[in-house]
């Protein structure tokens, strides 16, 4: 019983967090429109506070890569946290070892591998950008995603061992 509401509660968190992520993504795709395409000043205060003005005045290409990059992360991190939730319904407590949950968890591993790549390649940007005296404030968490999804990818090889074992018990009975 208590397990049952720990799932229960861990898919309203993930929905949660999707739904706040996806926001967050819209947000910034909005912002980063109205700045370009509508009013120039907006770089100033694209959301949450991010100020990019000084990265506009370097050079736009650069600013859109940056944008690109951040939005990117966004939509990736929003889609790990739907696979997430895809994962919590379709959990089966009866029989919890089976072939769709593990390529599921399999997936997450690959898109939070492919995001900590993703931020990486944000974070050096930022950083080559911070040379030439632009700061961005913007935390891109590269090393959290890698981690993760060595982590993640871990659980799904002991999870695929439980199917394995899962299917020689019932060829046995």
Request: glycine share 6%.
């Amino acid at each position: 019983m208590k397990t049952n509401k720990i799932l229960s509660t861990m898919k309203v968190v993930s929905w949660a967090i999707f739904i706040g992520l996806c926001i967050k993504a819209g947000a910034i795709i909005i912002s980063s429109f109205v700045s370009l395409f509508v009013n120039q000043e907006a770089n100033k205060d694209l959301y949450l506070g991010l100020n990019l003005s000084t990265l506009y005045e370097f050079g736009v290409g650069h600013y859109v890569t940056l944008l690109a990059f951040m939005i990117l992360l966004l939509i990736l991190q929003a889609y790990i946290f739907f696979l997430v939730t895809k994962l919590f319904s379709k959990f089966n407590e009866h029989s919890p070892f089976n072939q769709e949950l593990s390529n599921l968890i399999i997936k997450i591993s690959y898109f939070s591998l492919f995001t900590g790549l993703i931020a990486l390649i944000g974070t050096g940007y930022s950083k080559w950008l911070g040379n030439k005296d632009i700061l961005i404030p913007f935390d891109w968490g590269a090393e959290e995603f890698l981690f993760m999804a060595g982590v993640i990818f871990i659980v799904a090889l002991f999870y695929k061992r439980g199917i394995e074992i899962q299917s020689e018990n019932e060829l046995t009975v």
